[in-house]
């Protein structure tokens, strides 16, 4: 039902379990991607916002997405600091994941963590691909950003 857009309480009303019962379910299938490649050319990290409750309870998601392929291989969770983007530059590494090429913007923490890598493609129109897949997410999700999807054609 999640995938439909349904909430946890919409989930909570169409099967009369309570609210508590459905998060647990859906923390028990937590999804955990692994990469389908070792090594790839080029690699985007970006960090992408939502919340839980309420928009003061910010949570940032920070991942490395594969433009190609459309594959997000590997992600952490956490505040906009450099520790999150220390843990994935760590996931990176126990997921054993190679590239000759990474692509960021030019936040700080991003300068910091991966500015000794030899190939690090600074600024936004290197990460075309991964801001059009954070838009894509955005309209997926329908509750990041937006309490509902708010993009006229």
């Not at 991966?114 to 493609?121: A, I, P, T």
């Not at 059009?132 to 993009?151: D, E, P, Q, S």
Request: glycine content about 6%; charged content about 30%; overall charge positive.
């Amino acid at each position: 039902m999640t995938v439909r857009g349904c909430g946890i309480r919409d989930i909570a009303a169409i099967t009369g379990y309570s609210k508590d019962k459905v998060q647990a379910a859906l923390k028990r299938h937590e999804f955990e991607p692994f990469p389908k490649q070792k090594h790839y050319p080029t690699l985007e990290i970006d960090e992408f916002w939502t919340f839980v409750g309420n928009k003061s309870n910010k949570v940032w998601l920070v991942y490395a997405y594969h433009r190609e392929s459309g594959e997000i291989v590997a992600y952490v969770w956490g505040k906009r600091d450099l520790a999150t983007a220390r843990a994935l530059k760590r996931r990176l590494k126990e997921l054993r994941v190679t590239y000759d090429r990474m692509a960021t913007d030019d936040w700080a923490a991003f300068l910091n963590v991966f500015s000794n890598e030899e190939w690090h493609l600074v600024g936004k129109q290197h990460t075309v691909g991964i801001e059009g897949n954070n838009c894509r997410l955005r309209h997926k999700v329908r509750r990041a950003f937006r309490k509902t999807c708010c993009f006229s054609n």
